[in-house]
């Protein structure tokens, strides 16, 4: 049954992709849906493309391994990103009318070379995240299907890549919204069923309270002591608010969130959808975390705790639920996958190769921006490199992961941290900022991007041990400011990049309707509200249950 609904749900992405594929015309379809898309496909697709394998898995994982409570915390400022990108940041990209991220930053200096590099950085990075979203896929399968796992791999890359080589971004904002709804099912009514299997909400805290396995992994600080991922309580609260920031930053700047509001309808629909994935999100986290503690009181020895949510798919929830289940993680990962296919094909296609063919400097050279760039987004021709190129980066990224080892969480942390370093500091500097220079912009992004990749390789394969206050990303996050500073001195921005700077800061005529706004505000209160209710929840169903244990 697990198997017949996993083939369902890749039959049902390629009919999809398609589908899609045949209403992609040009370029501005392939990559930003004609710049259209309403408000509950781009929230749909922001949390799609936040929402994997690294989720329903590692993070899930995490929970089970003994650090709800450490989750929940690093996701309270990981969600705090949609809104402070959206307004510091996403509706100011989507002002400028690029196709990607790395565009942006090529218009905003005035530099075809940091183009580039952007877009080497996009190729690098999120294909490492990709990497993991496929192995994850990979494993969820391999514990399903009994089949060689070069098969599996196969499969599962041939579903993610048809799909977005026929569709484009299009295709990724209807399928990822379809697969939002299937996992965010999956995650509620799998983790909620597991609750209430265990007592309901108030007994089985109280059973996970007295886990004798796994003592303390319902505390606020999780299991703690030198055998434990965490050694103090306190390095719990400075490993939560440390990854916490460095995600808030992932989800406000980072190229797979950031450029879903490229896609969006007007300004409102951006703020809107951000409102959107930031309830949606705290409502789905609080079930993961606790659901994924909560399979202890059914198993506490699964190995490897990645797979906890399959074991339990498979051993404790009703067979319709499991299949649900199954189905939601395996959705998570195949929406994920093509935001992050589409995304380095984009970048590969737009922002890298028209640059090492020399086709953009020539055109910065001899200023070429008038017919030529307003017919950028009708570029049929463009269109068909676009889809070459998505094959040849996606045959890249399944040589890579054939020969790389298993590391979901690892692999797929460390490189959205790549984009919290490198481009966070830039990326809102180049909106507040006049006085910010193409060589200080590229300086930073080097410095940021080298420093995490040196020191978390020297952590992971080095054996070199940080303080907790001075991870990689940290470390990666102070060197992408000095090196701006210092790259940037002695040089003056170009006044091109500034006019176009100074254009953003305008709001467009269609988002300055009086009803739009009034809408918009709606959207904050019902999401304050939620917010609100949730925290209420955490107070009456943790801790309430379990303040006798608390000593």
């Given at each position: ?38 408000t ?106 009994d ?6 791999l ?54 996970m ?16 002591g030198?055998?434990n ?8 609260v ?12 992932v ?13 969006a ?13 930031t309830?949606a ?118 040589a890579?992961?054939?020969v ?59 054996g ?11 470390l ?76």
């Amino acid at each position: 049954m697990f198997a017949l609904a996993i083939f369902g749900s890749f039959v049902l992405y390629l009919v999809i992709g398609a589908a899609v594929g045949r209403t992609v015309k040009d370029k501005s379809d392939y990559y930003v849906a004609g710049r259209a898309a309403p408000t509950f496909l781009v929230a749909g697709t922001l949390v799609a493309s936040f929402l994997s394998t690294v989720s329903f898995m590692g993070e899930l994982g995490f929970s089970y391994d003994g650090y709800p409570l450490v989750m929940l915390l690093l996701t309270a400022f990981n969600i705090s990103g949609y809104l402070v990108g959206v307004v510091f940041f996403g509706r100011y990209l989507r002002r400028s009318q690029a196709l990607t991220v790395p565009e942006y930053f090529g218009k905003r200096f005035d530099s075809p070379g940091l183009q580039a590099l952007a877009g080497i950085m996009v190729v690098m990075g999120i294909g490492l995240y990709l990497v993991a979203v496929t192995q994850g896929l990979v494993l969820v399968m391999g514990q399903l299907i009994d089949v060689p796992q070069w098969v599996i791999l196969i499969a599962v890359w041939a579903a993610y890549t048809i799909f977005t080589l026929l569709s484009g971004s299009r295709g990724v904002l209807v399928n990822d919204t379809i697969m939002f709804v299937v996992f965010t099912a999956a995650a509620i009514i799998g983790m909620g069923w597991l609750i209430g299997r265990a007592g309901g909400p108030v007994a089985a805290m109280q059973k996970m309270a007295q886990l004798a396995e796994k003592p303390d992994g319902i505390a606020w600080h999780g299991l703690t002591g030198a055998d434990n991922y965490i050694g103090s309580p306190l390095q719990a609260v400075i490993y939560a608010v440390t990854f916490g920031i460095v995600w808030c930053t992932v989800v406000a700047v980072s190229p797979w969130q950031s450029s879903r509001f490229l896609m969006a309808r007007n300004e409102h629909v951006a703020i809107r959808s951000a409102l959107f994935a930031t309830a949606a999100l705290a409502i789905t986290y609080l079930f993961l975390t606790f659901g994924g503690f909560s399979i202890n009181l059914f198993d506490s020895g699964i190995e490897p705790s990645e797979t906890a949510f399959i074991w339990a798919a498979q051993n404790v929830l009703p067979s319709l639920l499991g299949v649900i289940a199954v189905t939601g993680i395996v959705a998570a990962g195949l929406s994920s996958a093509a935001s992050f296919l589409s995304l380095i094909g984009f970048s590969a296609a737009n922002d890298v190769l028209p640059y090492l063919s020399g086709n953009r400097r020539r055109d910065a050279e001899t200023r070429v921006v008038g017919a030529e760039a307003a017919a950028g987004d009708n570029d049929t021709a463009g269109l068909r490199v676009a889809r070459w190129t998505m094959l040849v980066v996606g045959l890249a990224v399944l040589a890579v992961t054939s020969v790389a080892p298993p590391a979901v969480l690892t692999i797929g942390y460390f490189a959205a941290t790549l984009f919290a370093a490198s481009w966070g500091p830039i990326a809102f500097w180049s909106v507040w900022s006049e006085k910010l220079s193409a060589r200080g912009a590229a300086s930073g992004m080097i410095a940021g991007f080298a420093v995490v990749a040196v020191f978390e390789s020297l952590s992971e394969f080095g054996g070199l041990e940080l303080p907790d206050f001075l991870n990689s990303t940290i470390l990666g996050f102070a060197a992408s400011i000095i090196a701006t500073v210092v790259g940037n001195t002695g040089t003056k921005p170009p006044e091109a990049g500034n006019a176009f700077r100074r254009k953003l800061m305008h709001v467009p005529a269609e988002d300055q309707d009086p009803a739009n706004y009034r809408v918009t505000r709606t959207w904050m209160i019902v999401t304050v509200a939620i917010l609100a209710l949730c925290s209420v929840a955490l107070i009456a169903l943790y801790v309430v249950p379990y303040a006798p244990f608390a000593g």
